[in-house]
């Protein structure tokens, strides 16, 4: 199914759907509990267009490469283009808020790690970023309290809140855009809090952004 932009309980977004920059490790708690050093400068990995799918539908996993793990994530939408932009330029170029997943294949990514080779595999498979419908910034408060969870079966896996990050959000967008144009309509996901786990078939996901956003979904 193809993919658009979408306001919460809205109409579309008239944006192009563009790259997906990730950012690991954003979260001190999530980089131990998988045994990684706290990095000293963001570590940035994009995804292509091709794995976005809309959250809502139900999750087509990959069956032939390993356990497909959930990482909850603050998403946020750029509506202009931002090249080496200052914290203060980036925070203006928010559009939208949402959540994403930043699905990975964990056995194979620890695999190419342990070469020393780039995560794509692992990352950016068609699928690997299933994208919620957006909030305006302006609905759910500072930039640096928002709060969101993922329960999985009614259980609660993730609870993150933005104060958490290592690198806050104007700042990760700043940083991002000395690397790479961010252009209206890309995503940048700002990392997992801990929690991570396998997503297994008939899991039924529940995500919560500031208790504004409610978004529902299933493993198929
Ligand atoms: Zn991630």
Not at 179 to 192: A, E, I, N, Q
Request: aromatic share 6%.
């Amino acid at each position: 199914m193809s993919y658009q932009h979408q306001w919460y309980q809205g109409p579309r977004i008239d944006l192009p759907l563009g790259k997906v920059v990730c950012i690991g490790r954003n979260y001190a708690e999530h980089a131990r509990e998988l045994n990684n050093p706290i990095p000293e400068q963001p570590i940035l990995f994009i995804k292509p267009a091709t794995c976005v799918v809309p959250l809502e539908q139900p999750l087509q996993l990959p069956q032939r490469w390993g356990p497909v793990h959930y990482e909850t994530e603050l998403a946020i939408l750029v509506g202009q283009p931002l090249s080496a932009a200052t914290p203060i330029e980036a925070v203006e170029a928010i559009v939208g808020i949402g959540l994403a997943l930043d699905l990975t294949l964990r056995e194979m990514q620890s695999e190419l790690k342990a070469k020393g080779h780039p995560w794509e595999r692992a990352k950016s498979f068609d699928g690997a970023c299933p994208l919620s419908p957006f909030l305006p910034p302006d609905q759910l408060g500072p930039l640096g309290a928002l709060e969101f969870t993922l329960e999985i079966n009614g259980e609660v896996r993730q609870r993150g809140h933005s104060d958490q990050m290592l690198t806050a959000i104007p700042q990760l967008l700043a940083h991002a855009s000395e690397s790479f144009t961010l252009m209206p309509g890309d995503v940048v996901l700002t990392g997992t809090p801990a929690g991570v786990g396998v997503l297994q078939q008939g899991d039924q996901l529940a995500l919560e952004l500031q208790t504004l956003g409610q978004f529902l979904t299933r493993v198929t």
